[in-house]
């Protein structure tokens, strides 16, 4: 009896707070035509539909939805009932943007989603279930219409309007034969910002600014969007392409509004229609991949042909003077038998000094480590003698021992390649963890492709901008054979007492020449590498070995002249390192920081500065306490007491250009602050090369010296490549300095075998004009190769 009585007073209790049951209305409702009515918490209305669709023909169904009365206290409540998907909205539809601000929109309009049929025709009902909590009732329009054109056909372009709260969608089939399309999506409109996402055919489809995330791949866009698909990707053989209105501009690039927002504001938000275009093509086939790679192997295999047909010519020609001297030294022995006893004499003592000469250096080469001279004060005293000569000469600079100095230049090499491997290897860790989040996530934001031209192969989203990196490690592995050959040549003239290698031209060290190719090669790995997952946390993964090379080629120009004092490889990759430092804090903290451009600007001048007193007094600066005393003292006697002119023109001149060139761009970077810091940093390198470059060329032409025509060659035919390289450069097919709907708008189609775009180009030529440089730098001064070191002007 206590229980009964328990239960009855439940009963009654619920019983007064329940509401009043509600008066449900249905309709028999039809397609395209408009339903004017009102809803109230004591009524639901509920249209019923009926339609048929084919398996060989795909309709769309919208349902779209137009408040009449906003000043409803509760919101209407629509909720479609399909035969295996349930869609609901509420109207006014109510959108978040940033920092959970709210956006309401009246005017809703949403596409059902089509679950597939097995029957050749079948007729499938749905209903439409209005219903509201407001007493004071709601007006609304319901209008329920069929889309023709909801299937996309290939290479057929389709227009159409969306907006925050009427998104679209469309249907794709893969036909037979196609394994690969391109969606395309364009706007003559900027903004409003929109995302466009490929889905698998599936009920619920996500289509609004809060959830179009959710599954897929996406991007957002304000002008142009493509998206690559792969048939292997979709088992159903088709998906949909969805495009949303987003309900504010700032993750497109524009402006944020100020919040909250008045009436009138909020109107203007809501009124966010967008006129687009979709059309889906065909992408490449197999055979052009495998056209592709053929053609980027090709080009370069025939710089390995090149070479080893110059290499037949050259030996055929040593071959054939060989023959030439030979005939000429046997018509001579007659007239060599009647000379006389003391030139006899003289002959044999000439060859007893040479033995002697290579003995002496041979046993000096038995044990002697680079820490081995230069520690008497003497020897302190005679570098200032001689470094501080009016006119200076290589035999001057080239009195260390040769295998102090070779042991010495290795080091490069074996550094750069330590560098390489560690350098490296955390590198391909984490670009394929970039390219396995773009995957799983489906978000394309991430990466700064050029869309219209990234052919995916595997994991891999873009394979041709990895591809056309191949040049790099080819050419950079060819150089250092070429390198290895002449150092093989110029050790067996030093085995057979040559006394060409012994005593003239510039001194042959090619440590530094191999770590130049070993950084060539780097830089194509690690710009591969870039180009898995392109942006702006990894863009120094591109520049840091172009630092590495810049550094290098200045440092084999200054060691062509100046061997004994050329910096030691450990200072010389320290200060590579702390450039490489900075370009990390810059790209971080660079952004708008004037804190941090005017430290850098600070350093950027002291370190000129600092430089250009080692290379005038040719290191005989030391940089200690009484570094100020010595500086007064120079100004003093050389600026007040006597104003004479500097002692070292030709080095003066250099070093005052060099300084106005980096004085200009520390200004340059403090007032502009670009925000692409890593390439502000290289073209400071590239600047600094190029002017000692030219420097150098034009004292040498000074000097009397002569350029050869096989370095001649190199040097035009360099110059050309890197003039067509840097048009391509600057084409900026993408750009990470915006955002990723800012960039899209500047890709572009490939313009190369319909695989390769202007960025691959750049890539192809800036390879060879890398190696076409290096080229140079070898041959350059193969016209001294006679000339006695004590004749080589020092500049």
């Known amino acids: 009896s206590f229980v009964l009585l328990l239960l009855l007073f439940h009963y009654i209790g619920n019983s007064q707070i329940r509401p009043t049951p509600h008066n449900s209305k249905d309709k028999d409702a039809e397609f395209d035509v408009n339903y ?27 349902v779209s939805v137009d408040l009449l009365s906003n000043k409803s206290e509760s919101p209407i409540l629509f909720v479609v009932r399909q035969k295996q998907a349930v869609l609901s909205f509420q109207v006014p539809l109510i959108l978040r943007g ?3 601000r709210k956006y309401p929109y009246y005017d809703v309009g949403r596409t059902l989603c ?20 407001s007493s004071q009732g709601a007006n ?16 057929k372009k389709f227009s159409f309007t969306a907006s925050p709260s009427q998104p679209q969608y469309f249907k794709y089939v893969f036909q037979d034969g196609v394994d690969t399309v391109i969606v395309k999506v364009n706007s003559d409109m900027a903004f409003p910002c929109s995302v466009m996402s490929i889905q698998d055919i599936q009920c619920p489809v996500y289509d609004l600014d809060n959830n179009v995330a959710f599954i897929g791949m996406y991007q957002t866009m304000t002008k142009k969007g493509a998206i690559t698909v792969q048939r292997k990707d979709f088992p159903s053989n088709s998906f949909y392409v969805v495009v949303v209105v987003k ?18 504001e909020l109107i203007d938000a809501g009124n966010r229609s967008k006129a687009l275009d979709v059309m889906v093509s065909t992408a490449i086939n197999l055979e052009a991949y495998v056209m592709g790679m053929l053609f980027c192997l090709g080009i370069f295999f025939s710089f390995y042909l090149l070479t080893l047909l110059c290499v037949c010519l050259e030996r055929a020609r040593v071959i054939s003077s060989s023959a030439d001297n030979g005939s000429t030294m046997s018509s001579e022995a007659i007239t060599d038998s009647a000379t006389s006893t003391d030139n006899n004499y003289g002959y044999m003592g000439m060859k007893r000094s040479l033995e002697s000469v290579a003995r002496s250096r041979q046993e000096s ?55 390489a491997v560690f350098y490296a290897l955390p590198v391909v860790q984490l670009v394929i963890t970039y390219q396995t989040v773009v995957n799983v996530t489906g978000n394309q934001d991430i990466c700064y492709y050029n869309f219209l031209c990234a052919h995916p192969l595997g994991a891999l989203s873009a394979f041709n901008n990895i591809l056309s990196n191949l040049g790099y490690v080819m050419l950079g592995l060819l150089f250092l054979l070429i390198v290895l050959k002449r150092d093989l040549a110029q050790n067996r003239a030093l085995e057979r007492h040559d006394v060409n290698a012994l005593e003239c031209g510039i001194p042959k060290h090619f440590g ?6 070993t950084a060539l090669m780097m830089e194509g790995l ?40 050329n910096a030691s490889a450990y200072t010389a990759y320290a200060c590579l390192a702390a450039v490489i430092f900075f370009s990390v804090l810059g790209v971080v903290f660079g952004r708008d920081n004037t804190a941090f451009w005017i430290v850098f600007s600070v350093i950027h001048i002291l370190a000129t500065l600092l430089l250009s007193t080692q290379l005038y007094y040719m290191g005989r600066w030391r940089l200690n306490a009484g570094i100020l005393r010595r500086i007064v003292y120079v100004i003093y006697t050389d600026c007040i007491r006597q104003c004479s002119g500097p002692m070292y023109i030709d080095r003066m001149v250099l070093l005052v250009m060099g300084n106005i060139v980096n004085w200009s761009l520390a200004a340059y970077g403090l007032i502009q602050k670009p925000n692409d810091f890593a390439s502000y940093l290289l073209a400071i390198a590239i600047c600094n090369l190029l002017l000692y470059f030219a420097f150098y060329i034009i004292m040498k032409l000074r000097s009397g010296e002569r350029i050869k025509c096989l370095a001649l060659v190199c040097i035009l035919f360099t110059a050309v490549v890197w003039g067509f390289a840097l048009y391509f450069f600057f084409q900026g097919l993408s750009t990470w300095q915006k955002t990723p709907a800012e960039s899209r708008e500047h890709n572009r189609e490939c313009i190369l075998l319909s695989f390769f775009d202007d960025h691959d180009i750049w890539h192809f030529l800036s390879s060879i004009a890398m190696f076409g440089s290096f080229l140079v730098l070898l041959t350059m001064d193969d016209d001294l190769d006679t000339v006695q070191r004590d004749k080589i002007y020092v500049f």
Not at 36 to 54: L, R
Not at 114 to 133: G, I, K, M, N, W
Not at 256 to 264: H, K
Request: hydrophobic share 35%.
């Open 98 to 100: 940033l920092y959970q």
């Open 247 to 264: 309900t504010e501009d700032e993750a497109c690039g524009g402006p944020l509004r100020f919040y909250p927002l008045t009436p009138d």
């Open 114 to 133: 089509q679950p597939p049929t097995r029957a050749a025709s079948e007729t499938q009902y749905f209903f439409v279930d209005v219903s509201t909590l």
């Open 140 to 155: 609304y329009q319901l209008r329920v219409s069929r889309v023709e054109s909801f299937t996309l056909q290939t290479n």
């Open 512 to 517: 530094l020449f191999y770590a130049m190719g």
């Open 36 to 62: 004017n009515d009102t809803v109230t918490s004591e009524n639901q209305t509920i249209y019923a539909f009926n339609h048929t669709i084919s398996r060989n023909k795909t309709e769309g169904v919208r």
């Open 365 to 419: 080469l038995s044990s002697i480590e680079e820490d081995d001279y230069d520690t008497l004060d003497d020897i302190h005293s005679d570098k200032n003698i001689v470094r501080t000569k009016k006119f200076l000469y290589v035999a001057d600079l080239a009195r260390k021992d040769k295998r102090v100095l070779s042991k010495k230049y290795q080091i490069y090499f074996w550094n750069i390649a330590t560098i």
């Open 526 to 565: 690690l710009s591969a590498c870039y180009h898995v997952c392109p942006n702006y946390t990894n863009f120094q993964f591109d520049t840091s070995f172009m630092y590495m090379i810049a550094g290098l080629c200045m440092l084999k120009l200054y060691q062509k002249r100046h061997p004994d004092i």
